[in-house]
């Protein structure tokens, strides 16, 4: 069964740092790109960045450099969302999600995605 | 990269249509047929339904239909139903491998 198996719900006080896993299976874990999207507490979506599980190669959001990474485990099948000096403007929901590809490798659709996890910051 | 503008909620009766659009620029959505459509039902995941402006992953009804023209993309839903009561999200590919994503709508079925 495909599916994606993320980590449990986070709190943390602004300047820390959070890391979110994101377990996969039931896929070859390398021949799909995992992207990384938020959700702020009534608000809308909000592409993170993506990692290509394969190669290890990434890009992020423009309003994220520099406060993100994404790194994964070929060995656990898992892939890592990691941010950095939060504030409380950080705290949503962060999902991750399966990248399927067409003939253009960056025609990107997301048909899988995790539950979800809660990061808080607050003081 | 601003988010695509979507009608911020939209309604219609069981049985009718609706129609909600995803604009953009001629960055992503003028560009690319790379535009996706997304269900959401409240503390819920969002559910893919719409893929390279016009396809439907298997599953998803025929009811859900999607068009583009210029730098809008649509999401048509017709033969509408209780259960379509939902967030509607659209997202497109915008270059330099970075996605963007609409502000989200919200379907009341009436």
């Known amino acids: 069964q495909e599916q994606l198996v993320q980590s449990g719900a986070e709190a943390k006080k602004p300047g820390a740092s959070v890391k979110v896993s994101c377990r996969t299976s039931g896929y070859p874990f390398s021949d799909y790109f995992v992207h990384w999207v938020r959700q702020a507490p009534g608000q809308g979506l909000q592409w993170v960045g993506l990692?290509?599980?394969?190669?290890?190669?990434?890009n992020y959001a423009h309003q994220f450099q520099g406060r993100v990474t994404l790194t994964r485990d070929t060995s656990t099948r898992t892939v890592y969302m990691e941010l950095s000096s939060l504030t409380s403007e950080d705290t949503a929901v962060y999902y991750c999600?399966?990248?399927?590809?067409?003939?253009?490798?960056?025609?990107?659709?997301?048909?899988?995605w995790g539950q979800g996890t809660l990061v808080t910051v607050s003081s | 990269q601003s988010a695509l503008t979507q009608p911020r909620s939209v309604s219609g009766s069981p049985g009718q249509s609706v129609t909600i659009s995803c604009t953009g620029t001629?960055?992503?959505?003028?560009?690319?047929?790379?535009v996706s459509w997304y269900q959401q039902h409240p503390g819920k995941a969002p559910k893919l339904i719409i893929y390279?402006?016009?396809k439907r992953p298997s599953g998803v009804p025929d009811r859900f239909s999607g068009s583009k023209s210029g730098n809008t993309a649509s999401l048509t839903i017709s033969g509408l139903q209780a259960d379509d009561e939902a967030d509607f999200y659209c997202c497109s590919f915008a270059g330099r491998y970075t996605w963007v994503f609409g502000g989200g709508t919200k379907l009341t079925v009436i």
């Open positions: 990692i290509n599980p394969g190669g290890g190669s990434r």
């Open positions: 390279d402006v016009t």
């Open positions: 999600a399966r990248g399927i590809f067409g003939p253009v490798i960056y025609d990107h659709w997301f048909d899988l």
């Open positions: 001629s960055s992503d959505v003028g560009t690319y047929n790379y």
